[in-house]
């Protein structure tokens, strides 16, 4: 029998972001090869002729399993009925300023947001049925966003709303890649702790590659702790800033894949003995205080994530881990300050 189309909001979908994402989605790179979709693009009135232009190519790139387009600026009728939502509406920083310096401008959005999909996305997008129903915030401050997109929409799960950290998890695994000249898909299991921001900590200490002679630890095989311990982690954090100094635009093609690898493992799993790093609801786990949307170490099964337990965690790392958690209360203040 042939599968019911699932409904996917893109908000900012006349974007950069945007313009990267709803191919990926009409392709299945997002929900699988087989899984039928039904694109809701939101974007703002002063964009939405280019976001119609992108409906345009959407119909003429004729994607089997594209099976509907919607594109409007009116936040009701996009959340209607949906079953994922990546919301990238919003605006990106500049060369020179950090991602919490779009704080006032995108933390309303997110305010306004929360109300139309609370209000109209899918049932099962509220109850967290029957794919746990992910909504992945995308828009700088990523965080922060998620934390108010939650506090303002209440009746959907807060399991529900995750944001986007797996960019800066992707980018460790190819900083490692390059670094051991060793194939990308081979390097797994490098961590993303916090805030998605230069705070952010990647943590190798867990990591390990796939080589001829089995799987060995990365601190095994990388002898330069120097590196790993101070440029690695400077390189990471500050992988948005260098992107933004070369295009003069943030990333996009980097973010968009991410998202689409997020949602999949969400929703379809992520492999045996593999974990990836998303932004979630922190339930007191490494002694992170909750009320904050942090990232973590996860695994995903059956449509639901949850933390991995049991890391052990050294004093290097747990002073990296509570600087960014404690930029986050930060941020959380700042919002709600912008908010009132
Ligand atoms: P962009 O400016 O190209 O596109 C953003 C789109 O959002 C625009 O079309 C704009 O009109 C639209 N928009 C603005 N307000 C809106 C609203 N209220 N409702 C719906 N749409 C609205 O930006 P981009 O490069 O696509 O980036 C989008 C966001 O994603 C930025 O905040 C950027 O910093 C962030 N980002 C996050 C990550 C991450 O890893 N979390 C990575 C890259 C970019
Ligand atoms: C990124 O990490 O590339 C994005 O968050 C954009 C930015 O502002 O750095």
Redesign the pocket.
Known sequence: MARSSLKVLV??????????IVPMIARGVMLGPDQPVILHL???E??AE??NGVKMELIDAAFPLLKGVIAT?D?IE?CMGVNIAVM??????KEGME?KD?MS??VS?YK??ASALEKHAAEDCKVGKPLNSPVL??????NT?ALILKEFAPSIPEKNIT??????HNRALGQISESLDVQVSDVKNVIIWGN?SSTQYPDVNHATVQTSSGEKPVRELVSDDKWLNAEFITTVQQR?AAIIKARK????L??AS??CDHIRDWVLGTPEGTWVSM?VYSDGSYGIQPGLVYSFPVTCKKGKWSIVQGLKIDEFSRAKMDTTAKELVEEKSLAYSCLN
């Open positions: 908000t900012g979908a006349a974007g950069q972001i945007g313009y990267a939101l974007d703002i002063p964009a280019a976001l600026t936040p996009a990238v509406g919003g605006f990106p920083r991602r779009v401008k995108n959005i306004a947001q915030v995308i828009a700088n401050p990523a966003n944001c986007l950290t797996r960019l800066d998605h948005g635009l943030s990333s996009a980097s973010a991410a998202a932004g």
